[in-house]
C-alpha cells in the first residue's frame, strides 16, 4: 500500500504551544510560492519587520525574523553577543534558563547562575548580589516569561539593574511577545528573542528577535568571529538589513513567512494592548472555573502569565491518563509538568487565538467530566457557571 496524505484532527491547542492558527493564516500560507529575492518578497519582508517592531514596541532597526523556531532566535542572540571569555549571569526560574546557562557555556562563556525556585519571578536583589560579586561580568540573561512555570519577572527592573553596572541583556519573550505587556525600548532591553507559535498564534518554525545600538556595537567589536555560520547577524544583515543589497544568505521559508506576516496584521487589527486585555480577560475566566472545581495554580497571583497557567493536579489523579482522555474524547491538548514539576502540574495554555471564552469553557467542562468521571477529589459541576458569572 503506497503512503497517503496526511489529514490531522482539529485540535484545540492549551498546552505551551504551539497555539491553534488562525485559519486565514493558514490560508496564506498556501498561497503561491515566489522567490526568496523575488521584489515582491522583498516587500514582504519590510512589512514583516515593521510589524514585528509594532509588537515588540520598538524602533530598533535590526528587528526581524529568524529562520528557525524559538530556539534558534535563543542561539543567535547567545552566539553574537557572547565571546569566548565572557562572564555571564543567568537568571534561572525555570528550564528556559538551564537551556540558556547551555548556550553560555557551549559559546565559550561562564554562566554564573542566579537561581529562583520554579514557580517564582527573578529575585532582583539575588540579581543584585550577583552582580555586584562579579563585576566582570558582560551580559545578564533571563526569561520574561517563563512557560515551564507560568510566572513572569518583572524585566523592566531587571534590565535596569544590568545597565546600572555596564552589563547588555539578553530577553527571553518566546511567550510573553503578543500576550502581555512587552515593551522593548521603554525597557531597554538590548537584545530579544520569541518565536511565532505561541502568543502570535503563526505556526512553528519562526523566531523574531530584536536587537538595540549597544547590542549591535557589541557584535561589531567583537574580538573572534560568531562561531555559527548561519546566525551570525552580520551576514544575515546582508540579507535582512535595511538599504542591503539582499544578497543570498539562505533561503527563506516563504510560506512560513505569509503566515507570519497574516498573523502579525490580525494582531495590528486587534491593537497589541487589546491583545494583553483578551489573554488576562480569559485567564480570569479559567482561573474562577478551576478555583470552583477545588483547583488551584502554582504561582502567585501577582506573577501568574494569563497565557500560561500552571494548575496543581489533584491527589490520586494520574495526570498523563486524564491528558490522553482529553486529547482522545475532546480533541483537546494540555500540557505536561517539565522537570522537577513533572507530574504535578498541568500547563493549561491560552496562547493567541487560542484564547477565547469559547476555549476556556471547552477546558473546564472536558476537565470537570474527566476528573469526575475517575473519582478525583473535586467539586463537580461548579466551574462552568463561576466561570460564566465572571
Ligand atoms: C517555547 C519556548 C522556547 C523555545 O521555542 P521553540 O520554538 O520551541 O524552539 C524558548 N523559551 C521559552 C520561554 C519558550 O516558551
Redesign the pocket.
Known sequence: MPIGSFHPPLRTLMG??PSNVDPRVLEAMSRPTIGHLDPLFITLMDEIKTLLKYAFQTQNELTLPISG????G?ETCFVNLVEPGDKVIVCQNGA?GG?MRENVIRCGGTAVMVEDNWGDPVDPQKLEDALNSNPDARIVAF?H???STGATSDAASLVELAHGHDCLTIV?A??SLGGTALKVDEWQIDAVYS?T??CLSAP?GL?PVSFNERAKERIRTRKSKVQSWFMDLNLIMEYWGAGSQRTYHHTAPVNSLYALHEALILLQNEGLENAWTRHQNNHKLLLAGLEAMGLSLLVEKSHRLPQLNSVRIPQGVDEAEARKTLLKDYNLEIGAGLGPLAGKIWRIGLMGRTSTSDNVMLCLRALDEVLTNIGADINSGRALSAAQGV
Open positions: 505551551p504551544g523556531p524559538g530556539s534558534v535563543m528556559f537551556r526569561v516569561a517563563e512557560t527571553d518566546v511567550t518565536g507559535q505561541k512553528p523566531s
